[in-house]
């Protein structure tokens, strides 16, 4: 057998463990992360989308939200489920307010290839809202940062996110 062969057996290997272990994180995830339907755009109803926290996988919804150092975050990806191009859109706000002067990046890596985290700089639509498409190199999970800078203080929400075939 060639090492070609080799190489594309052990990424489908890889691929079929980490798709297995999405589903059973997605299984034993916790309720703690039920979305906020007066957040940003209605949840989906597949988790395609984890939250990491205080090493917790707890699932979210496409759209749900999430509270971080005083601050509201939405979450939405489009498609649902993410493909290798997509469109991360965020809703900030504090106390139901939009917050519209935040600096807000953001930064992946695939978990299971570790090719170099991507960067880049969302833009701010008003009224809360944050966008940037990005694209991901190849299907599979992501480690996903969100992070937002207002008034000299930086929040950074991990995400893990499953990009589907």
């Not at 052990?10 to 309720?31: F, K, P």
């Not at 090493?55 to 496409?62: H, Q, R, V």
């Not at 953001?106 to 008003?126: C, I, N, S």
């Amino acid at each position: 057998m060639d090492t070609r062969c080799l190489r594309t057996r052990r990424i489908d290997l890889l691929a079929a463990l980490a798709s297995g272990s999405l589903l059973l994180l997605s299984a034993c995830a916790s309720a703690g992360g039920q979305p906020n339907p007066t957040a940003g755009p209605a949840p989906s109803r597949e988790p395609w989308v984890w939250l990491m926290q205080h090493g917790e996988t707890i699932a979210l919804a496409n759209g749900g939200a999430v509270h971080v150092d005083g601050m509201d975050l939405a979450v939405a990806v489009a498609p649902s489920p993410p493909a290798r191009t997509s469109k991360v859109e965020l809703y900030l706000s504090q106390d139901g307010v939009p917050i519209d002067s935040a600096t807000v990046r953001l930064r992946y890596d695939m978990v299971e290839m570790g090719h170099g985290p991507t960067q880049l700089l969302t833009a701010a639509l008003g009224g809360g809202h944050y966008a940037a498409p990005v694209y991901f190199g190849m299907t599979g999970s992501y480690a996903f940062h969100v992070i937002a800078e207002l008034g000299g203080r930086t929040s950074d929400v991990e995400l893990l996110l499953q990009v589907a075939p």
